[in-house]
């Protein structure tokens, strides 16, 4: 399992938060798989301590269920799941898109042009981990210069959710997130045309729970 790596003693919590999740996400640690802390704390190098910690964050996040003194286990891709993620993060990427685009400089466009580049030659090379890191890199843009962390940290929360499924779907053989799409968000972005960047950003998402629909 190339997330379940050892990790530094610093930030102990929140980098075995990380990997957990990452390896959850991956489909490393399967939907149904139960885990154990001792278990993961040996795989990654740590007490059991940070890894409770670590399975409480990821309960209340939805990636984990637990029934105390009995089992912890990963959650099943469940569609309504999904689709409510995909409301909450596409109305924070909504958010942060309205109050960025007045504020980008050149470089942002610049930015979001070379991460659609990658996201869609890694769509067409398979490459499901460099797409979603591309789309991340691309959409950070925006979360960034907005500089609203209550949205950041929203969407960064939920956004596991998703991402399972899409990953999901894109090893069966679907598609990523259209780099059309995306096109169109960064033309939007560099006209300075906020309402039409809000327009396309919801239309990003709207695909996203409708892909949650169709599970």
């Given at each position: 399992?190339?997330?379940?790596?050892?990790?530094?003693?610093?930030?102990?919590?929140?980098?075995?938060?990380?990997?957990?999740?990452?390896?959850?996400?991956?489909?490393?640690?399967?939907?149904?798989?139960?885990?154990?802390?001792?278990?993961?704390?040996?795989?990654?190098?740590?007490?059991?301590?940070?890894?409770?910690?670590?399975?409480?964050?990821?309960?209340?996040?939805?990636?984990l269920?637990?029934?105390?003194?009995?089992?912890?286990?990963?959650?099943?891709?469940?569609?309504?799941?999904?689709?409510?993620?995909?409301?909450?993060?596409?109305?924070?990427?909504?958010?942060?898109?309205?109050?960025?685009?007045?504020?980008?400089?050149?470089a942002?466009?610049?930015?979001?042009?070379?991460?659609?580049?990658?996201?869609?030659?890694?769509?067409?090379?398979?490459?499901?981990?460099?797409?979603?890191?591309?789309?991340?890199?691309?959409?950070?843009?925006?979360?960034?210069?907005?500089?609203n962390r209550?949205?950041?940290?929203?969407?960064?929360?939920?956004?596991?959710?998703?991402?399972?499924?899409?990953?999901?779907?894109?090893?069966?053989?679907?598609?990523?997130?259209?780099?059309?799409?995306?096109?169109?968000?960064?033309?939007?972005?560099?006209?300075?045309?906020?309402?039409?960047?809000?327009?396309?950003?919801?239309?990003?998402?709207?695909?996203?729970?409708?892909?949650?629909?169709?599970?």
């Amino acid at each position: 399992m190339e997330a379940l790596r050892p990790v530094g003693r610093t930030l102990l919590r929140d980098r075995a938060y990380a990997s957990i999740r990452d390896a959850i996400v991956a489909g490393e640690i399967e939907p149904g798989a139960v885990v154990r802390d001792a278990e993961l704390a040996e795989r990654l190098g740590l007490s059991r301590a940070p890894v409770r910690e670590a399975f409480a964050r990821l309960v209340d996040e939805g990636l984990l269920e637990s029934k105390p003194q009995s089992y912890t286990r990963v959650t099943q891709v469940v569609a309504a799941d999904v689709r409510d993620a995909a409301a909450v993060v596409g109305a924070m990427h909504e958010l942060v898109t309205r109050v960025a685009v007045p504020r980008l400089f050149a470089a942002d466009v610049e930015a979001m042009r070379a991460a659609n580049a990658r996201f869609a030659a890694a769509v067409g090379a398979g490459d499901v981990d460099s797409a979603l890191h591309a789309d991340d890199e691309l959409h950070d843009v925006l979360v960034r210069a907005s500089g609203n962390r209550a949205a950041a940290a929203t969407a960064a929360r939920y956004t596991p959710l998703i991402r399972r499924l899409e990953r999901r779907r894109f090893g069966e053989g679907g598609n990523c997130r259209s780099a059309g799409l995306h096109e169109r968000l960064i033309e939007a972005c560099a006209a300075g045309d906020v309402d039409d960047a809000v327009r396309v950003t919801a239309e990003i998402w709207r695909g996203l729970a409708e892909l949650a629909d169709s599970d």
